[in-house]
C-alpha cells in the first residue's frame, strides 16, 4: 500500500475548512492579462447575510474579480473559499448573474426555459426538470414581476425584462451566495426599485449579496458592506465606515472631481 500523501487527498483538501466564518474569504489573489496585472495580492472577507457592493473605477477589475471567483478566470497567485471551501465544493450554493451585454439574447428560447436552466446543476445529468421544477422557476419569475413574460422568447423582451430573467434564473438556483455583474446598468428605474428590493429580501432571508455597481450615488441606500478596488483593494467593510472621501479619492484617483459633483 502506498503511503499517504502528506498533504492530504484531494477530497480531504476540498473539504478541509478555511477561514468558514466567511461567506467569501479572497487571499493575495494577483490575476495578470498579458503579464500586466489587472488585481494585485486582493485579500478579501465578507460575511454571510450582508448586500455587499464592489465599485471602483472603470478597469479596476471588478468584474475580473468575482469572475476568478468563480473559477471563470485563472489567477497568478491565491486561493479563494466560499464558507471555507473551494468553489469546485461548494458550486451549487452559489448563483451568478452576468453583465447581459455577454448573454446571447437571440437564442431562441423562452423566458421560463430561462429560469428553468438556473436549476440544471442540481439535477444532476440524468434528470430533466419535472413540475417541480418548471413550479420553482413560474415562482422566481413572479418574485421579479415577470410571470406574464413566461412564454415570451427572451430576444422580443426590453433590456430590464431580460435582468429581471436573468434574475430569476439565479433565485431558481436557492443559493446561499449570489454574485450579480452590474444588474442596475442600462435598466429603468421601475426595473431597479424591483431589483434591490428582490436583493435585499435575499440578504434579510440571511442569504449573501455581492454586486459589482456602478453608481456611487445609491451605494448608501442600497449596500450595508462595501469593497473598494482599484486593481488592489482600497478599502472594505461595514459601508458607514468605508464610504469616505479619502476612500473614494483612493479608489478613483484623477476621476474624484467627477464623483465630487455626483456625490
Same mark, same amino acid.
Given at each position: 500500500?502506498?503511503?499517504?500523501?502528506?498533504?492530504?487527498? *484531494?477530497? =480531504?483538501?476540498?473539504?478541509?475548512?478555511?477561514?468558514?466564518?466567511?461567506?467569501?474569504?479572497?487571499?493575495? !489573489?494577483?490575476?495578470?492579462?498579458?503579464?500586466?496585472?489587472?488585481?494585485?495580492?486582493?485579500?478579501?472577507?465578507?460575511?454571510?447575510?450582508?448586500?455587499?457592493?464592489?465599485?471602483?473605477?472603470?478597469?479596476?477589475?471588478?468584474?475580473?474579480?468575482?469572475?476568478?471567483? !468563480?473559477?471563470?478566470?485563472?489567477?497568478?497567485?491565491?486561493?479563494?473559499?466560499?464558507?471555507? !471551501?473551494?468553489?469546485?465544493?461548494?458550486?451549487?450554493?452559489?448563483?451568478?448573474?452576468?453583465?447581459?451585454?455577454?448573454?446571447?439574447?437571440?437564442?431562441? =428560447?423562452?423566458?421560463?426555459?430561462?429560469?428553468?436552466?438556473?436549476?440544471?446543476?442540481?439535477?444532476?445529468?440524468?434528470?430533466?426538470?419535472?413540475?417541480?421544477?418548471?413550479?420553482?422557476?413560474? *415562482?422566481? !419569475?413572479?418574485?421579479?414581476?415577470?410571470?406574464?413574460?413566461?412564454?415570451?422568447?427572451?430576444?422580443?423582451?426590453?433590456?430590464?425584462?431580460?435582468?429581471?430573467?436573468?434574475?430569476?434564473? *439565479?433565485?431558481?438556483?436557492?443559493?446561499?451566495?449570489?454574485?450579480?455583474?452590474?444588474?442596475?446598468?442600462?435598466?429603468?428605474?421601475?426595473?431597479?426599485?424591483?431589483?434591490?428590493?428582490?436583493?435585499?429580501?435575499?440578504?434579510?432571508?440571511?442569504?449573501?449579496?455581492?454586486?459589482?455597481?456602478?453608481?456611487?450615488? =445609491?451605494?448608501?441606500?442600497?449596500?450595508?458592506?462595501?469593497?473598494?478596488?482599484?486593481?488592489?483593494?482600497?478599502?472594505?467593510?461595514?459601508?458607514?465606515?468605508?464610504?469616505?472621501?479619502?476612500?473614494?479619492?483612493?479608489?478613483?484617483?484623477?476621476?474624484?472631481?467627477?464623483?465630487?459633483?455626483?456625490?
Amino acid at each position: 500500500m502506498n503511503p499517504p500523501s502528506p498533504h492530504g487527498s *484531494a477530497s =480531504t483538501q476540498s473539504t478541509t475548512l478555511h477561514e468558514p466564518q466567511y461567506a467569501l474569504h479572497v487571499e493575495d !489573489l494577483t490575476v495578470a492579462y498579458t503579464e500586466e496585472p489587472v488585481l494585485w495580492d486582493i485579500d478579501l472577507d465578507i460575511p454571510p447575510g450582508v448586500m455587499g457592493a464592489i465599485v471602483g473605477p472603470n478597469g479596476s477589475g471588478k468584474s475580473t474579480l468575482i469572475k476568478t471567483c !468563480l473559477g471563470l478566470v485563472k489567477p497568478v497567485a491565491g486561493h479563494v473559499r466560499f464558507f471555507g !471551501l473551494p468553489h469546485r465544493a461548494v458550486r451549487r450554493r452559489i448563483g451568478y448573474v452576468p453583465q447581459r451585454s455577454s448573454v446571447d439574447w437571440d437564442f431562441p =428560447t423562452d423566458a421560463h426555459d430561462v429560469v428553468t436552466m438556473g436549476m440544471y446543476g442540481g439535477l444532476g445529468w440524468f434528470r430533466r426538470p419535472g413540475p417541480a421544477e418548471r413550479e420553482r422557476a413560474m *415562482a422566481a !419569475l413572479e418574485q421579479v414581476g415577470m410571470q406574464d413574460y413566461a412564454t415570451r422568447q427572451i430576444s422580443e423582451l426590453s433590456g430590464g425584462q431580460q435582468q429581471r430573467v436573468f434574475i430569476a434564473r *439565479a433565485l431558481a438556483q436557492d443559493a446561499d451566495l449570489y454574485f450579480l455583474d452590474e444588474p442596475m446598468a442600462g435598466v429603468d428605474a421601475t426595473t431597479e426599485r424591483v431589483i434591490v428590493d428582490v436583493l435585499k429580501g435575499l440578504r434579510d432571508a440571511g442569504k449573501t449579496v455581492i454586486v459589482v455597481h456602478h453608481d456611487l450615488q =445609491t451605494v448608501e441606500s442600497y449596500f450595508d458592506w462595501l469593497v473598494m478596488l482599484n486593481v488592489r483593494v482600497v478599502a472594505q467593510g461595514p459601508v458607514r465606515d468605508v464610504y469616505t472621501s479619502e476612500n473614494l479619492r483612493a479608489a478613483y484617483g484623477g476621476q474624484i472631481a467627477l464623483i465630487e459633483t455626483a456625490g
